[in-house]
């Protein structure tokens, strides 16, 4: 997989993207030439898409309606034929593209759509702070109602440029065109649905302006992290030993899910650990796994000075117990790198400080929204996903991947890391095993536990996603394989993995 400059993994807040866009001023980039260059793609992305067809360009009064006035003028140059309505007057460098439009300017009452078979959305931008209301949210309101094609600029009306909330009269776009860098909204549910297909438009920014802005945040893809290589002259023990905590013999798949999926990730050796019965299953399905009997923390803990071992997978299938909690603990006072799943997490509801208090730096707790809410109850009520994860992590001290169709990957530092290439297959039973299994594989392999966690979240995604349809479990770790092979140079720089 060749990664060229078209790559732009840095997510900027709203407040980042006006910092970059007086940056650019200061550089000597006028704000009029910004705007003209953004309603400029606005316009070509339109005409690269649709042919020519009655369009109505609804300007807000700041810079999001001033670059809808400059992509009126150019789609009107190209030959469509356009409308503008205006809502209130425009404020700034938006009143000298105003004056730029040769043509009338409609008042703002609905009904405005008028025939029209495309809306471009450029009445509010990402900073909006308030609700949609009065004749803005009426007309909105009836273009969803109409099913008239939207393209946003920017972002849809209504949409919070910052997590990724929506008003509910915000309508549907099949095309958002923003501008630099994404925003958090056009990664974050609910609001990345409502955006479409999303275009990122360089408009003049100097790319010296990143280094300034002091990013936190990037989208998930091999441009950010590296996967660890192989040695000619390696061994499998370089490579690192996983134990997995098995549950019991009727419950005892989960866990080989993680093991194989470790095995994949390209751990040396994988061990599942269990009572005697749960290993006769596992003996009947795995050929390439070890297996010892572990019963007791006791036995966790002389497992893991063992043969190697430098990565445990506790939680998947294990139940929630006491019994659960107690492995648990073991393992973190192993000093093994530690991945947290499922039961092991929701076993410390009622005990958060405990759990808090054991972690150390290195371990990933993979948690989906209802185990999430169980572990972390005061982030859970945050406004949206990237500042609950943050939270979560800041709170325990670790690196918190909370699971979902936007999964966040969150650092106790604050940084994050937003992965966007979940299919919606992947909501099947096993699949988060399979993810804690890559994420220990390659840890086990001496990746940083948060760059681990993001490439093991990718790795998921586009395995799920190569293999289609009836997807189920077992098939994300085994078309796995074929993903790194296209990972000729195992991946890019990116921040620094802890």
Known sequence: MQLGPEILPEILSVEQHAAADRLAVAAGVPLGQLMEVAGQAVADAIVARWSRRPTLVLCGPGNNGGD?????????????????????????????????????????????????????????????????EGFAAETLRAIAAQKVPVVAVDVPSGVSGDGGTADPATPAAVLTITFFR??????????????????????????????????????????????PGLAFEGHKYQRGHVLVLSGGATSSGAARLAAEGALRAGAGLVTLG?????????AEHVTEVLLEPI???????????????????????????????????????????????ADALTSFASERETLFAALRPGCVLTPHAGEFGRLFPAASVLPDRLSRA?????????????????????????????????????????????????????????????????????????????????????????????????????????????
């Open 68 to 132: 809808g006035f400059v992509a009126a003028r150019h789609l009107r140059a190209a030959g469509w034929p356009v409308r503008v309505a205006a809502l209130g007057e425009s404020r700034g460098e938006s009143a000298a593209a105003r004056a730029g439009w040769v043509g009338p300017i409609e008042t703002f009452a609905p009904p405005a759509l008028g025939g029209a078979e495309l809306v471009v959305d450029a009445l509010f931008g990402a900073g909006l702070s308030r609700p949609l």
């Open 295 to 341: 019963e007791s923390p006791a036995d966790v803990a002389k497992a893991l000075r063992e043969r190697q071992r430098n990565v445990a997978v506790v939680g998947p299938g294990n139940g929630v117990s006491q019994g659960t909690r107690d492995k648990v603990l073991a393992a973190l006072r192993s000093g093994a790198a530690c991945v947290l799943d």
């Open 182 to 227: 994404k925003k958090q909204a056009h990664l974050l549910y609910p609001a990345r649905k409502l955006c479409g297909e999303v275009v990122v438009a360089s408009i003049g920014t100097p790319s010296s302006a990143m280094a300034q802005l002091g990013v936190t945040t990037w989208e998930n893809s091999p441009a950010i992290w590296r996967l």
């Open 390 to 498: 943050r939270a979560a992590a800041a709170e325990a001290g670790v690196v918190v991947l909370l699971k979902g169709p936007d999964t966040v990957i969150a650092h106790p530092d604050g940084r994050a890391i937003l992965n966007a290439n979940a299919p919606a297959t992947l909501a099947t039973a096993g699949s988060g095993d399979v993810l804690a299994g890559f994420i220990a594989g390659l840890r086990a392999q001496g990746m940083g536990a948060f760059l681990a966690a993001a490439a093991g979240a990718w790795l998921h995604g586009e395995a799920a996603r190569r293999f289609g349809p009836g997807l189920i479990a077992s098939d994300i770790h085994r078309t796995l394989p074929a993903v790194l092979a296209d990972l000729q140079d195992g991946g890019g720089a990116g921040p620094a993995s802890d």
């Open 274 to 282: 269990g009572s005697a019965d749960a290993l006769r299953v596992h």
